[in-house]
């Protein structure tokens, strides 16, 4: 299966790509115009041609289904919302738990489940908005934590979090949390818009596409709502996104694979 072509992330600068008169009395224009000049060349020299999916090997026959109940979790009376399971080896399933949604006291927490021996963890909080605070590179207050997945399915350490640093939802953004020994040790926030990153959530799970890139599904919740593929590099980096549709009240969409 292949992705649609994907928008570099340099269309979103695309109105002011071009001549940009300049008086020499205005230094200040000239730099603003070599920079983003700049900017375009060095996106439009990615190479985003590989955009094919990479699927786990399908599971192959193993008797009746078995549905068994292997986590029931109450916290009240806190809220526990956005369920988030990543498989692998061990399977882990991440939340996020607070008085309600959208305030101060919100965490993310998690627990780990070994299924080859079918053996459930005890649940541990992952991080809070005040370590978060203290990782935040550029430094920047995180307000209010929300939505939080794995950046990449099966390998932990690297979460992407949902976070706000001013206002509500609508001033979210999406920021890449870096773990060492349990502790958030860097986060910094994706460039998804050049306008103050406002208004981008995720929810569901990554994939990997063929050159070794990650295509994450996320969403936009500002004057409308719709999806939004992000297309990761293997360095973290933002290297292009794409709407999803043409709807404006779609959100959380999930990748869903099918077939090579």
Do not use: C
Not at 116 to 129: C, I
Request: glycine share 10%.
């Amino acid at each position: 299966m292949n992705v649609g072509p994907l928008t570099p992330v340099n269309e979103f600068f695309r109105p002011l790509h071009g001549v940009i008169n300049v008086s020499k009395n205005h230094p200040h224009k000239i730099l603003f115009a070599t920079s983003i000049a700049l900017a375009v060349a060095a996106d439009t020299s990615e190479n985003l041609t590989d955009q094919s999916f990479i699927f786990q090997a399908p599971v192959g026959p193993g008797g009746a289904p078995k549905f068994e109940n292997v986590l029931d979790l109450s916290s009240k009376p806190l809220v526990m919302h956005a369920p988030h399971i990543v498989t692998g080896i061990t399977t882990q399933i991440l939340w996020f738990q607070g008085s309600r949604e959208a305030v101060p006291d919100v965490e993310i927490w998690a627990v780990d489940f070994d299924t080859s021996k079918g053996k459930l963890a005890d649940a541990f909080g992952l991080f809070r908005r005040q370590s978060l605070t203290q990782a935040m590179a550029p430094r920047q207050p995180v307000l209010i934590l929300g939505n939080t997945i794995q950046k990449e399915p099966g390998v932990p350490n690297t979460y992407l979090a949902t976070v706000v640093s001013l206002g509500g939802w609508a001033a979210a953004s999406v920021a890449q949390v870096n773990m060492q020994n349990g502790t958030a040790v860097v986060a910094r926030k994706l460039p998804l818009s050049p306008f103050l990153n406002p208004s981008t959530l995720v929810r569901n799970s990554a994939i990997h596409l063929g050159g070794g890139d990650l295509l994450v599904p996320a969403y936009h919740e500002m004057a409308g709502a719709f999806g939004l593929l992000v297309r990761l590099g293997q360095d973290g980096r933002v290297r292009s996104t794409a709407r999803i549709g043409h709807w404006r009240t779609a959100i959380q969409p999930e990748i869903v694979g099918t077939g090579p």
